[in-house]
């Protein structure tokens, strides 16, 4: 039988009162929890702070705790200050709020700023270990959570990753031999190849697609951050998709007055711009228009694509940026995709603190709207988690 996993949680306690640190001191230092659904044995070693300011500084030194309990009524800034403050800071400690002078407007306020439970002075030692013990369980068992949901990641990158370099070499053979019976075929044989190298195409990038979605998703992914011109980039898609689009007559717009900058990885910026101005050309209807406009509000960078296409439904809207969904009815038959454009989009949206969204009507067009915080990059790995909570 496998021994249970021992795991120490730091504590953090903020309250003025001396004594009370003291003795919560003692008895957390000799508590343990068994967190039996995932085989750990939880103890405890605590940290006193007199002020919530000496707390901030702890962090602001490079400190690190799993548990906070915290005073309301403090010297200095309250407790809900602290709380305010750790939310700017976009710090995740789960909080006990400990007090004497709770309201039910002071709770509403501390649970929206993220308090995880209250404990009313006075306290006894058993209501204090209950409490602990609640937020143990549930600390723990989030983070055993994330961990399986971190291999699962990295498990189906691993199989991708082998997966396509199996099936490029294949593919690139088909590919040749395809072109050599070309030669010297009848045109009707000729078409008929042709449709084969189409359809290998898309499984190539098909491969390309996935493998690009679970580099993102593992974290496997290389992110490289500098300031870039979103308006430089978009210029360029729309240069790439130009002669695609001449072949039906779309025309395609830039509306961005001046250039958008960010500090971002170019690469993930292109692969948005890629997918939003490609769809929009693939979707549209013979002379039909797509404009790409570009904004920044403050932090935030928006990114629109607009296009006078087939439009959606909105059962058909609310499926999209989910992985494989392709919208298949009379209209899209022919037209080639992996369904995994629009969810590559979206979790790159999210690695930025943004999101990406569907405005479309049917018969008349769409407008994907992609919101990208500037002030949130580069922070690949709490935002990676974020992003693969939606998963």
């Avoid at 400190?63 to 005073?71: P, W």
């Avoid at 800071?89 to 006990?96: E, Y």
């Avoid at 403050?298 to 694509?305: F, H, P, Q, R, S």
Wanted: proline share 4%.
């Amino acid at each position: 039988m496998t021994s249970p996993r021992q795991e120490v949680l730091k504590v953090a306690m903020v309250d003025d009162e001396a004594p009370l640190c003291a003795a919560v001191r003692r008895i957390l230092n000799k508590f343990r929890v068994p967190v039996e659904d995932v085989g750990v044995d939880v103890s405890y070693t605590t940290f006193t702070f007199a002020t919530g300011e000496q707390f901030l500084e702890s962090l602001a030194r490079g400190e690190q705790y799993d548990l906070l309990l915290l005073d309301l009524k403090l010297p200095g800034m309250s407790g809900l200050d602290v709380l305010k403050e750790l939310n700017q800071q976009n710090r995740s400690l789960l909080t006990i709020m400990i007090t004497a002078y709770a309201t039910f407007e002071t709770a509403v306020e501390a649970t929206k700023l993220g308090a995880y439970d209250f404990l009313p002075k006075p306290f006894s030692p058993e209501e204090l270990r209950y409490s602990v013990r609640k937020a143990t369980n549930q600390l723990v068992i989030s983070r055993e959570a994330r961990r399986l949901a971190e291999e699962q990641r990295q498990v189906r990158f691993n199989f991708i990753s082998v997966l396509s370099h199996e099936l490029k070499a294949p593919l690139n053979a088909i590919e040749g031999y395809l072109k050599i019976l070309r030669e010297g075929e009848s045109p009707e044989r000729q078409a008929m190849i042709d449709r084969c190298l189409i359809r290998l195409d898309g499984m190539r990038k098909l491969i390309f697609d996935l493998l690009d979605l679970t580099r993102i998703e593992s974290g496997q992914k290389a992110r490289h951050f500098s300031e870039v011109d979103v308006r430089a980039i978009a210029q360029r898609t729309i240069d790439l998709f130009a002669p695609e689009a001449a072949e039906r007559n779309i025309s395609i717009s830039l509306d961005a007055p001046d250039p958008v900058l960010m500090i971002a990885d170019p690469g993930e910026i292109e692969i948005i711009l890629n997918n939003l101005v490609s769809n929009a050309v693939k979707y549209n209807r013979p002379n039909g228009q797509v404009t790409v406009r570009l904004r920044r509000t403050g932090a935030v960078v928006k990114i629109e694509v607009s296009d006078t296409g087939i439009g959606l439904t909105p059962e058909e809207a609310s499926k999209l940026f989910k992985e494989f969904v392709r919208i298949r009815n009379e209209e899209t038959v022919n037209i080639l995709g992996s369904g995994l454009g629009l969810s590559t989009v979206k979790k790159l949206a999210q690695l930025y603190g943004g999101d990406a969204t569907v405005k479309s009507q049917k018969g008349v067009g769409s407008t994907f709207t992609v919101t990208l915080s500037d002030g949130d990059s580069p922070r690949p790995e709490a935002d990676r988690t974020q992003a693969a909570a939606a998963l």
